[in-house]
């Protein structure tokens, strides 16, 4: 698992309101080679996180070099880092510093 730092600020300032607690967090993670048509993923733990939290962001220290990236909350604590790649050819990325901003929503 990838090592994580959490930030949380809570209360209803942000974003006009819509959410009552905000985390920001980031792991280091080296996905290493990515064939053509296949994905990588790894997690990253944000402790207080809960299944229905969105990811608000995501970001990368390198170039993803084409390759899609997303992240989703997938069990409490944790958010699943993804890249995925249909560029035609392998890509081998750095180990990187992936950064995420997960909010929950005032409807929980």
């Given at each position: 698992?990838?090592a994580?730092?959490v ?8 974003f006009?309101g819509?959410f009552?607690?905000v985390?920001?967090?980031?792991g ?6 990515v064939a053509?048509?296949d994905?990588a993923?790894?997690?990253?733990a944000v402790?207080?996180v809960?299944?229905g939290d969105?990811?608000v962001?995501i970001s990368a220290?390198i170039?993803?070099?084409?390759l899609?990236?997303?992240?989703a ?6 958010v ?8 035609g050819?392998?890509?081998?990325l750095?180990?990187?510093?992936y ?6 929503t005032?409807?929980?």
């Amino acid at each position: 698992m990838a090592a994580s730092s959490v930030v949380v600020k809570e209360g209803r300032e942000q974003f006009g309101g819509v959410f009552s607690k905000v985390w920001a967090a980031k792991g280091t993670i080296n996905f290493a080679e990515v064939a053509d048509g296949d994905e990588a993923v790894d997690t990253i733990a944000v402790p207080g996180v809960a299944l229905g939290d969105v990811v608000v962001a995501i970001s990368a220290s390198i170039d993803v070099e084409d390759l899609g990236l997303t992240a989703a909350v997938t069990a409490a604590n944790e958010v699943t880092v993804q890249v995925w790649n249909n560029t035609g050819g392998a890509i081998n990325l750095a180990s990187a510093v992936y950064k995420v901003i997960v909010a929950r929503t005032i409807f929980e």
